[in-house]
Structure formats: C-alpha cells, structure tokens
C-alpha cells in the first residue's frame, strides 16, 4: 500500500535560520504514514516507536515537498520488538516507511 502527499513549505513553517522546521517535517510525515497504516489494515493502528529519521539537506521556504509512504512488511501475529515497547503481544505489527523529496519548483 503507498500513498503521496505534496505541499509548498510556508514561511510560517519557518525555524530562527530562516528553514523549515524539521519538527513540521517529522509530523507531516508520521501523519501521512498512520493515514497510510490506517488504509491497510482498515483499524486505527497504534503508534509503538519510530526507528530512525534522517535530514539529507535543509528545506527552504517555498520548496515542494513531496512524501511517499508504503507498507515495508507485515507480522500478522505479532512479535516481540524489545522490552522497552510495551506489551502489543498478538497484535499485527505493520513496519512503515516515508521518504521526503525536496525540489525548488521553477
């Protein structure tokens, strides 16, 4: 399952150094993935923890962003990610990816 999001980065987005706000970025993407997670397995899904988020390059005021979000795999019965999750014993687990493009449109 994918999905796509695009959007023009807005000054009120905007941090002290005049860039976007990775914090939005991060939202914007959690956001488009539970949509994504949602659509798939038709249930609210339940957020257990984020595995890593990278910034390549900075995002100016008035770059297209453009989010892709798909299903990386499925435990349909569940598994153990670690004692530091809490308990999700026999509830499917969903690994999600989102990738961010970044273009100055001209």
Excluded: C
Aim: proline residues 6%; charged residues 20%.
């Amino acid at each position: 399952t994918k999905m796509q999001n695009a959007m023009i980065a807005q000054p009120q987005l905007r941090n002290l150094h005049e860039r976007i706000f990775g914090g939005f970025l991060m939202r914007r993407a959690f956001e488009l993935s539970f949509a994504n997670a949602y659509v798939f397995g038709g249930a609210r899904p339940r957020f257990l923890e984020v595995d890593d988020i990278s910034f390549d390059s900075p995002v100016d005021v008035g770059d297209l962003l453009v989010f892709n979000s798909r299903v990386l795999y499925t435990q349909p019965g569940g598994g153990f990610l670690g004692d530091y999750v809490e308990d999700h014993e026999g509830q499917p687990l969903v690994m999600m990816e989102v990738e961010a493009w970044v273009t100055v449109p001209e």
